[in-house]
């Protein structure tokens, strides 16, 4: 869907938003993000790891633009396909990685990252890429898994971390740059078949 790796999810993408659970997570975050950070008609948006688009068109109504921005040109296919359907002037789509690349020199109002941050072999590297991609003031919301013990993958093949300590996260925030850091728990994912419950963070933080 997203990452460094994006082929790995590219035979799952037509079949992706068929799964209700990865829609209701979707939609939880997107709901979160609606209620933590507000977006407006005035923001210019990157939703990093966009995937088939969940989190991108729950967002599109309320902004200026937004980007979706992935590794899988499977996953984007599916977008495209949506804001085509939908004739959806203010999104665009982009595949690129920015774990690898430096070539993006957008500037946005607002970052969000939705279920990525986990398949990234350096989040420090990418959160740096984040703060350096926001306008002065711009705000930068990751929504992840917390701690976890590698269960909530059937198959964890791309999965770099089982999860974040939300401290520690904040702590990489902090160190590049970021003001004004908070989290609020944005869902609790329970798997089919399994009484456990995941919890999923959104991690706010601001350039100055």
Not at 23 to 38: G, Y
Not at 140 to 158: P, Q, S, V
Request: contains cysteine.
């Amino acid at each position: 869907m997203k990452y460094q790796n994006g082929s790995i999810f590219d035979a799952k993408a037509a079949a992706w938003d068929e799964d209700p659970f990865k829609v209701k997570l979707a939609n939880d975050i997107s709901a979160t993000i609606m209620r933590e950070i507000a977006p407006t008609k005035d923001m210019n948006v990157l939703d990093y790891g966009c995937g088939s688009g969940l989190v991108t068109l729950k967002i599109q109504p309320l902004v200026k633009s937004i980007t979706g921005m992935d590794s899988s040109g499977g996953m984007l296919e599916v977008l495209r396909s949506k804001v085509e359907r939908q004739n959806l002037k203010n999104v665009h789509i982009r595949f690129m990685d920015l774990e690898q690349c430096t070539e993006a020199n957008d500037a946005f109002h607002l970052i969000v990252s939705s279920m990525t941050l986990h398949h990234i072999e350096e989040p420090a590297r990418l959160l740096k890429r984040f703060y350096d991609l926001l306008l002065p003031g711009g705000i930068l919301g990751i929504a992840d898994l917390d701690m976890e013990d590698g269960a909530f993958h059937k198959d964890n093949t791309g999965v770099v971390h089982f999860g974040f300590e939300r401290m520690q996260l904040k702590g990489l925030l902090a160190d590049a740059g970021f003001v004004g850091v908070r989290d609020v728990t944005a869902a609790k994912a329970e798997k089919e078949n399994n009484s456990r419950k995941f919890p999923v963070f959104l991690i706010i933080a601001a350039r100055e």
